[in-house]
């Protein structure tokens, strides 16, 4: 076969051809490189936000954990025993109290039911502290827990539901503590209450009995005078008696007349009979005025607490300032404006105390003022008496008068007074439906008021 041979033209194509192949295969390789180039920027990509995510996981990791370890910490720092159940009863924690207090581990708890782990008798106990309810709804109730010795004492439990968060019902937390330790606790406060409720009988008291101290040497300077008139009095119907005797006597041994109207003259017969009806009379209004003395004190010493009668105000106001007044002995310009038949219902003697205390406050009140003043009122006002008590002293300081009905509070001098007084009084006017009230006069001085409804 003879040999082939290559053309000019030939020799040319086949250059072009393969330089045509060898471009496109250039090119496709850059194509191919830049692929690449892109994938493995993606991946480059990815790869730096797993690194972020996995960061980002180790941190809130980290919070988890220290919320777990808070949470953890602070159920176990709880006194009382708590446990955490599901909805079915089912046991998923308790707390190291609650393994204190019965004597099991974790293990022998958690996974079990709450009804295998109380006593067998307050199984009916139980249902209520796990029935499905609100969010807000706690319920109250006494279990005994079942031990390996037979059970433990009555714990006082609160049951407080679970939900998640679509307010579906998942559970209940139990809490509670033994109902001995809360007995022994009440039995301390209410131990303290007992003590403090005597202290303060014993207070009031002493403050009565002061009271009742000065009540007396005002009462004493009163009676000190019908009683010195009636003595007085019986000394001379005593020597009037040794005059008629005489005279008698010698009537019956029937002497001669002129010598018993000689013995008349000199015994002064007549005049003695003439001054015989004052006399009585006098002795009879002293005796009088100490039996009115006497039976205003029993009155006022007796009354049961709480015993309730007419008041006749005058009769109160005037026998509580008169007995104030001379108590103090001082001399003030008193004056009384007083409505007559006024009546309200409540304790004379109570009432008394009030009147008196208020009084003496303002006399003490008024020590340095020259003119001193006292007016004391009383006054129908609509269905109510008002009582008012005021003084040209002073006046209360501004940053006293919210507090001087607060027990112990006092501007006395040591020695002059507990601050019981007006503590006594504002809880007797309450007691009797009103309010006591202080406040100063625009003029200078102060005012106590109270009204009482009336009767």
Known sequence: MPKATHSPEASEADSLLKLVTSGGAIEFDREREGAWIEVIRKMDEVYSDLLRYEVDLEHKNAELEEAQA????????????????????????????????????????????????????????????????GTPDVVDGELRFATDGGSTDLFAINSSPRHDHRGRFIGVVLTGRP?????????????????????QRQLVEQEKMASLG???????????????????????????????????????????????????????????????????????????????????????????????????????INTAVLWAVRTKQVRIDLQM????????????????????NLVENAIDAMRD?????????????????????????????????????????????????????LWISYGIVREHGGELLAANEPDGGATFSFALPAA
């Open 70 to 133: 808070f949470v953890t910490n602070v159920i176990e720092s709880v006194s009382d025993i708590l446990i955490v159940c599901d909805a079915r009863g089912m046991v998923q924690q308790v707390n190291s109290a609650f393994q204190h207090a019965l004597g099991r581990s974790v293990g022998d708890v958690v996974g079990r039911n709450i009804a295998d782990v109380i006593d067998a008798a307050d199984g009916a106990k139980l249902v209520p502290l796990l029935k499905p309810r």
């Open 179 to 199: 109902i001995g330790e809360l007995r022994r606790a009440y039995e301390a406060l209410h131990k303290a209450h007992q003590e403090l409720q005597r202290a």
């Open 214 to 316: 000065r009540l007396v040497a005002g009462v004493a300077h009163e009676l000190n005078n019908p009683i010195s008139f009636v003595y007085g009095n019986i000394h001379t119907l005593i020597r009037y008696r040794a005059a008629i005797v005489a005279y008698l006597d010698a009537i019956h041994g029937k002497g001669r007349a002129s010598d018993l109207a000689a013995l008349k003259k000199s015994l002064r017969i007549d005049e003695v009979m003439e001054d015989f009806g004052p006399l009585i009379e006098g002795t009879m209004e002293g005796a009088v005025r100490i039996s009115e003395i006497v039976k205003n004190l029993r009155r006022l010493s007796f009354s049961k607490l709480g015993e309730v009668e007419r008041v006749n105000i005058e009769r109160l």
């Open 337 to 356: 404006e007083l409505e007559p038949e006024l009546w309200i219902s409540g304790n004379e003697g109570q009432l008394h105390q009030v009147i008196v």
């Open 369 to 421: 003022t020259e003119l001193p003043r006292l007016v004391v009122s009383a006054a129908r006002k609509g269905n109510e008496i008002l009582f008012r008590i005021s003084d040209n002293g002073p006046g209360i300081d501004k940053d006293h008068i919210s507090h001087i009905f607060e027990p112990f509070f006092t501007t006395k001098r040591v020695g002059e007074g507990t601050g019981l007084g």
